[in-house]
């Protein structure tokens, strides 16, 4: 696949509604130029509606590149309009990839689960698990971004590639705006790792495994049985 066109599933300029889909089990990891995509679904300049679907086990990266970064294991979405609601982003990864002219160094990789920018982003009663990356492990937005995540649990998202950051990643991008990053009654649980979230980020009635300042909010171990 080229940088451009590396997913299992790729959408542009189009309006796409998924419903008891499964995507899984796909993998990009060899192209030259400026990675860019998903291993599973890779979004740019569309409306797309995921609605009670699975994204799991999907990764990019660990490719060979000129230069940037390796971003979104699962979902890579652009300068788009994304809706998720009753799905499962769990298992998803994407590694560093190697520059070509100097292939002992390794390039940063961004958004296990998911990757965005210039977007907007809105989750509901969906479950972001078990994802991997060197930065935003779980989510990693950046740019112009409105984000929303309603009723979701965002939990155990290991980061083995680097215990800097956090599983939950804003960068600006060059944006010259203030983002939108709310979360409402959610459950965003690392006990091991911070979760990266800065004073952007609102939470409101959410259970968190590290303080942030907002209504309602508690902490307290979730008990997870898995």
């Not at 995509?37 to 995921?50: E, L, T």
């Not at 769990?90 to 210039?118: E, K, M, W």
């Not at 495994?209 to 049985?225: M, Q, R, T, V, Y």
Request: hydrophobic letters at 35%; a negative charge.
């Amino acid at each position: 696949p080229s940088p451009d066109f590396p997913a299992a599933v790729n959408i542009q300029d189009a309006t796409v509604f998924f419903s008891e889909t499964t995507v899984a089990r796909n993998r990009v990891d060899f192209y030259y130029g400026t990675p860019k995509g998903a291993g599973a679904i890779n979004i740019k300049r569309s409306h797309v509606v995921i609605e009670d679907c699975v994204v799991e086990g999907n990764s990019s990266g660990r490719a060979i590149c000129v230069l940037g970064a390796s971003n979104g294991g699962g979902i890579y979405c652009e300068d788009s309009c994304l809706k998720i609601g009753r799905s499962l982003i769990v298992g998803n990864s994407v590694g560093p990839c190697r520059y070509l002219l100097d292939p002992f160094t390794l390039g940063s990789s961004h958004g296990g689960g998911i990757y965005a920018v210039d977007s907007s982003l809105q989750i509901e009663n969906s479950l972001v698990y078990r994802n991997d990356a060197t930065n935003g492990c779980a989510l990693y937005l950046a740019g112009d971004m409105r984000f929303e995540a309603f009723h979701c649990t965002i939990a155990m998202n290991p980061e083995p590639f680097n215990e800097t950051w956090g599983p939950l990643e804003y960068s600006p991008d060059g944006s010259a705006s203030l983002p939108t990053l709310v979360f409402l009654n959610s459950i965003l649980w690392e006990p091991e790792r911070r979760l990266g979230l800065s004073p952007i980020w609102t939470a409101t009635y959410c259970n968190l495994s590290e303080p942030l300042f907002g209504k309602g909010n508690f902490f307290s171990a979730p008990g997870f049985i898995d």
